[in-house]
């Protein structure tokens, strides 16, 4: 066989080789088409029924998580209601729009960390404060980063004694709210864990810390056949990855990955620099979904990262890449008037939520 005709089979077979690749990456779908929002005040809860029917089904959003905290009528602790709550009628509109339109609807609840805001306790702590991990940190009338507390957000002891009697208690109503047998607890950005002055905690490794709160959490949804899933910012060493603190952990709980249950589902959040984390999910045996906010850019390179995730890895890997999930870090108010123009912000420009959720699905679109 001559040289050129060897090159031209040669030529051909990659030909087709690159071509079957490419409609095998057009083909995939993803199992996991997700949106992340604050669930709406009580007054916009129709209004955001219409979103989800005329905007979330029509892109084929299959996965809501709502954003809850204590924005419901809790009846087993309503000292922790939010003012004006969510009724178990506005809850029902809400699941029933999901159901019609096969989307899961998974509420969450920051538990662990995220138990106040700049300078506002929230609601678990303003009602129990013993359950404070720090209370010797005081909450400043005018919050500024950095500070000499190193305070961003307070976390709830994790070996409190009494804390989980309230915290499963709550998780229980609102998935039994939402008939739902998924869960998601935040568990991002914990800066305070295992505090030196903590009477429970002090001296304990901090990754055994997070591993016990999160294997406590999945094992009491696990009872009812219900499924954890959390941000993943925690696990990752942000010194090794250069990632830093907010996107990663300084404070050594990365090392939980090696200790929680592998069917912990992860989201997987990067909102300025389109990394790569999902492999590192994924090869560690978990389902990762990767979380966009507001990059329209990045969002169309993290989709691409996703599809060729699921075409280039064996197919023991293949399904741990289970899709995308839109951000949303404004209510539910706000994004909507965003999104219809009713409200813009010109400083933004490009880079809104609004503009990276359409972006991030017209890119999973483009690869049918």
Known sequence: MTKPTTFLILF???????TTFAQTVAKDELPVRGFCIAAPGADRVDDFVKFIAEELASRKV???????????????????????????TDVKKLVDVCRKNQIQIIPQVNLLGHQSWAGKTGNLLEVYPQFDETPHVKM??????????????????????????????????????????????GMDEVFYIGDDKCPRCSGKDKAELFAGELNLIRNHLALKNRKLWIWGDRLID????????????????????????????????????????????????????????????????????????????TPEMKDRFQGMM??????????????????TDEKQGVNTS???????FAEIENHK
């Open 62 to 88: 299959n996965t809501l998580i709502l954003r809850v905290d204590y924005n419901f009528q809790y009846e087993s602790h309503p000292e922790l209601r939010d003012p004006r709550a969510l009724s178990k």
């Open 140 to 185: 400043p009338e005018k919050y500024e980063w950095p500070n000499a507390d190193g305070l961003y957000c307070k976390s709830y002891c994790p070996l409190h004694p009494d804390v989980h009697k309230i915290v499963f208690a709550l998780m229980d109503e609102i998935c039994d709210a939402f008939e739902t047998n998924a869960f998601h607890a």
């Open 238 to 313: 942000g010194k090794t990855t250069g990632m830093g603190m907010w996107e990663a952990s300084m404070n050594n709980t990365h090392r939980a990955i090696d200790l929680i249950y592998k069917d912990v589902v992860i989201c997987d959040w990067h909102y300025e620099r389109p990394d790569q984390t999902a492999v590192y999910f994924a090869t560690k045996g978990f389902n990762v979904i990767t979380c966009p906010w507001r990059n329209p850019e990045n969002a169309v390179k993290q989709t691409q990262d996703m599809f060729r995730f699921r075409a280039s890895v």
């Open 12 to 18: 051909i077979s990659i030909f087709f080789l690159n």
């Open 354 to 360: 609004s503009n990276c959720f359409k972006a991030m």
């Open 326 to 343: 839109q951000t949303v870090w404004s209510g539910a108010e706000q994004f909507m008037d965003e999104f219809y123009g009713r409200k």
